[in-house]
């Protein structure tokens, strides 16, 4: 019986640690960071943490006549929320202002690239 008892209580530790989340926040590791300065043309970064976290966004310059120029950038963010629940915020910034979207917010048709 005692024996038994050791083997549950190890299976139930296996199963816990198989089904505990990612990393907290709080020690998370930085996995994966890329990024490419393309200088006053725009740029490129992303990374990735061991919490789940993951960041992508690059921007280049739009020329849209004369003096008028500005950076469209385009990403994503995604995260783990503290109810386990996954979230991804993505978004363009362009001439025309800050434009986000995901499942979570209403909807938003880019008209540049995503």
Known sequence: MKFALSVLT????IALGCAAPLDDSA??????????NIGVD??????????GTERKESAELKDFGGDNKALIVDGFSTWIAPDGQ???LHYLADETGF???GDHLPQ???????
């Open 10 to 13: 190890i299976c139930g530790l």
């Open 86 to 88: 996954k979230y991804t």
């Open 99 to 101: 434009h986000p979207w």
């Open 108 to 114: 938003f048709k880019p008209k540049h690239k995503s």
């Open 42 to 51: 725009g740029y490129d970064f992303s990374f990735e943490t061991s919490d």
């Open 27 to 36: 020690n998370a590791r930085l996995l994966r960071y890329d990024f490419d």
